[in-house]
């Protein structure tokens, strides 16, 4: 399976952002995915899951409030929604997939595809 990560960019604090992941080569109902961020010097980090055991979805509680995931099965795309963007959201975005079918599993292994990432910077 492929995964292609999309809608990175500039955008001012306050502002907000859609990220896309499209998943090719398999159907994304077969996987989990999740979206992950490395900032500058920094580690990865989750921000959030989806789950293909029921759809549901897990944010990390630092961007609960600020960040939604969602799905398109039509299009099999899955969009990490931004809003309230500050400077230390700016990072490397990430998607990723597993067969795994729950969050929980997803997050304590490393998932077995990833995308190329997609940059968005908050700056004025």
């Known amino acids: 399976v492929q995964l292609q990560a999309s809608g990175g960019g500039l955008v001012q604090p306050g502002g907000s952002l859609r990220l896309s992941c499209v998943v090719s080569?398999?159907?994304?109902?077969?996987?989990?995915i999740g979206w992950f961020r490395q900032a500058p010097g920094k580690e990865r980090e989750w921000v959030s899951c989806?789950?293909?055991?029921?759809?549901?979805?897990t944010t990390a509680d630092s961007v609960k409030d600020r960040f939604a995931t969602s799905k398109d099965s039509a299009k099999s795309t899955v969009h990490l929604q931004m809003s309230s963007l500050q400077p230390d959201d700016t990072a490397v975005y990430y998607c990723?997939?597993?067969?795994?079918?729950?969050?929980?599993?997803?997050?304590?292994?490393?998932?077995?595809?990833w995308g190329q990432g997609t940059l968005v910077t908050v700056s004025s």
């Open positions: 989806l789950s293909n055991s029921d759809g549901s979805t």
């Open positions: 990723a997939a597993d067969r795994v079918r729950y969050c929980i599993t997803f997050l304590t292994t490393n998932p077995d595809y």
């Open positions: 080569g398999g159907s994304l109902g077969d996987y989990t």
